[in-house]
């Protein structure tokens, strides 16, 4: 069997078309045509990832014979070879070289697009078990505006959340809403706060608690009186430094 013949045969065992398989290693479907016709021959680079997508060795698409040779080669040697689920697509359309959209599914394989689905992956809209994006949603999740089990963001919301503003079970940032949560400004059962925190239990300079409050300020338990939110207002205004005026207002907002 030719290096042809087994390409043909692979890329329908693995249900791509002559265009699909094409877009997958960056060449024309001519090209794709031309290897399986026994016209031209794929470059090492592109038979390095044609053995990693049908999970094949460089010996069986180069050595003449059909994949059962092997076992029946002098040395008696067996190979266990473990085919992992992998799919992957991605459009023909680019943006200053990046696909508009990839999915890449597979172990080991990262999606690179615009728009980036995969185990790992990168894009300006990301989606996998570890993204990196703009908008990023994953596990593991980084990104300007990052969802996740774990995320770190400038905006972030998790089970574990790290950011300016962070909204998750556990949660640290400049603005903080958890059910454990620590920075300048935090919300939460357990609110641990520099300025201002509010909660069950709120330990910052103004404290505002249901059943614990310590504030080296002011602390209350309970409902805060009109008088009480004019004077919390009027020391954050004094207080507070001007980069932290954006969470300062949000603060004064559910006062």
Not at 34 to 39: G, I, Q, R, Y
Not at 65 to 83: D, F, M, P, V, Y
Not at 180 to 191: D, E
Not at 237 to 245: E, H, K
Request: with cysteine; net charge neutral; glycine share 12%.
């Amino acid at each position: 069997m030719t290096l042809g013949n087994k390409l043909s045969q692979l890329r329908k065992e693995h249900n791509y078309t002559q265009e699909q398989l094409a877009q997958i290693l960056g060449v024309s479907r001519q090209a794709v045509s031309k290897w399986e016709s026994d016209l031209t021959y794929p470059e090492t680079e592109k038979l390095l990832k044609l053995g990693d997508l049908y999970g094949c060795s460089m010996d069986y698409l180069l050595k003449d014979g059909q994949r059962e040779s092997a076992a029946s080669s002098a040395s008696h040697t067996i190979t266990l070879s473990l085919n992992l689920p992998y799919f992957e697509r991605m459009s023909s359309k680019t943006i200053h070289g990046l696909p508009l959209w990839h999915i890449n599914i597979g172990y080991g394989r990262t999606a690179k697009g615009i728009i980036a689905i995969g185990l790992s992956a990168r894009g300006i809209v990301s989606v996998g078990l570890i993204s990196l994006g703009v908008l990023s949603m994953g596990v593991f999740s980084l990104g300007l505006l990052s969802l996740g089990v774990i995320a770190l963001g400038i905006a972030s919301a998790g089970a574990i959340a790290v950011g300016l503003a962070a909204l998750g079970a556990i949660s640290v940032g400049i603005l903080s809403v958890g059910a454990l949560s620590m920075g300048p400004f935090s919300v939460g059962a357990m609110a641990m706060g520099t300025y201002f925190a509010m909660g069950d239990h709120a330990e910052a300079m103004i404290a505002l608690g249901r059943t614990e409050a310590a504030g080296s300020v002011f602390q209350k338990l309970g409902t805060v009186t009109a008088q009480e939110t004019a004077f919390i207002k009027e020391w954050l205004d004094s207080n507070v430094p001007f980069y932290l005026s954006w969470a300062k207002e949000i603060i004064k907002l559910l006062l």
